[in-house]
Antibody
Framework: EVQLVETGGGLVQPGKSLKLTCATSGFTFSTAWMHWVRQSPDKRLEWIARIKDKSNNYATDYVESVKGRFTISRDDSKSSVYLQMNSLKEEDTATYYC?????WGQGVMVTVSS | DIQMTQSPSFLSASVGERVTLSCKASQNINKYLDWYQQKLGEAPKLLIYNTNNLHTGIPSRFSGSGSGTDYTLTISSLQPEDVATYFCLQRNSWPFTFGSGTKLEIK
C-alpha cells in the first residue's frame, strides 16, 4: 500500500523558516518523481515544486512564487522528500501536500502569522 | 503560465442525473489534463489522467474527453458520494496549474 505522511507543519512568524518532511512507503521511491502541492485557505491549489529521480540528476523545478525561498530535496535511502521553506510570508499559509500525482499524503498545515 | 478556467464554479444536480464539468486552458495543452476530486477534509484524489484515462479504482461513471484547450469531465449518473469539489490540472508545461474548481452538490 502506498503511503505518504507529511510532518513538520505549524505556526511560524513571517521571515522565519520551516522544513517539511514526507516519509513514504509502498512503492519504488528511488525512481519516483516527487512533488509538493499546497492549498490556500480559499481552497486554491498550487503545484509548487518537483524533484526528479537520480537518472534525471535529481533536477528540481519551482513555481515562481516560491523560487529562491523554498528548496525541495530527497533522501532515497530514507524514501523521504523534504521542503525547506525560508523567508516565509503570510501568503505561504496553506495545507502542504506531498504527492506522486496519483497518490497524496494527508497534508500538513503551515500558518505564517505574527 | 497556462491559465485554467473551470465552469461552472458551482453545480447542483439530482441523483442519477448526467453531469458535465468544463475546463478551458489558455493555450493548447496536448491532452495533458488530469481531473481530481476533493471531498471535504480530504486530500485531492486522482480520477482521470491524460484527458480520458480512468485511474485505478475509479468508477466507470466518470469519464473525460477533450483536446486542444477544451476539456470535459462527465459523471454519467450522479451518486450521493460524488459530492465534492472537482479540479482540473494541466501538465503540459511547468508550472503545472490547476483550475479553481467546480463544487458539486446534490439537489
Amino acid at each position: 500500500e502506498v503511503q505518504l505522511v507529511e510532518t513538520g507543519g505549524g505556526l511560524v512568524q513571517p521571515g522565519k523558516s520551516l522544513k517539511l518532511t514526507c516519509a513514504t512507503s509502498g512503492f519504488t521511491f528511488s525512481t519516483a518523481w516527487m512533488h509538493w502541492v499546497r492549498q490556500s485557505p480559499d481552497k486554491r491549489l498550487e503545484w509548487i515544486a518537483r524533484i526528479k529521480d537520480k537518472s534525471n540528476n535529481y533536477a528540481t523545478d519551482y513555481v515562481e512564487s516560491v523560487k529562491g525561498r523554498f528548496t525541495i530535496s530527497r533522501d532515497d535511502s530514507k524514501s523521504s522528500v523534504y521542503l525547506q521553506m525560508n523567508s516565509l510570508k503570510e501568503e505561504d499559509t496553506a495545507t502542504y501536500y506531498c504527492t506522486l500525482r496519483d497518490y497524496w499524503g494527508q497534508g500538513v498545515m503551515v500558518t505564517v502569522s505574527s | 503560465d497556462i491559465q485554467m478556467t473551470q465552469s461552472p464554479s458551482f453545480l447542483s444536480a439530482s441523483v442519477g442525473e448526467r453531469v458535465t464539468l468544463s475546463c478551458k486552458a489558455s493555450q493548447n495543452i496536448n491532452k495533458y489534463l488530469d481531473w481530481y476530486q476533493q471531498k471535504l477534509g480530504e486530500a485531492p484524489k486522482l480520477l482521470i489522467y491524460n484527458t480520458n484515462n480512468l485511474h485505478t479504482g475509479i468508477p466507470s461513471r466518470f469519464s473525460g474527453s477533450g483536446s486542444g484547450t477544451d476539456y470535459t469531465l462527465t459523471i454519467s449518473s450522479l451518486q450521493p458520494e460524488d459530492v465534492a469539489t472537482y479540479f482540473c490540472l494541466q501538465r503540459n508545461s511547468w508550472p503545472f496549474t490547476f483550475g479553481s474548481g467546480t463544487k458539486l452538490e446534490i439537489k
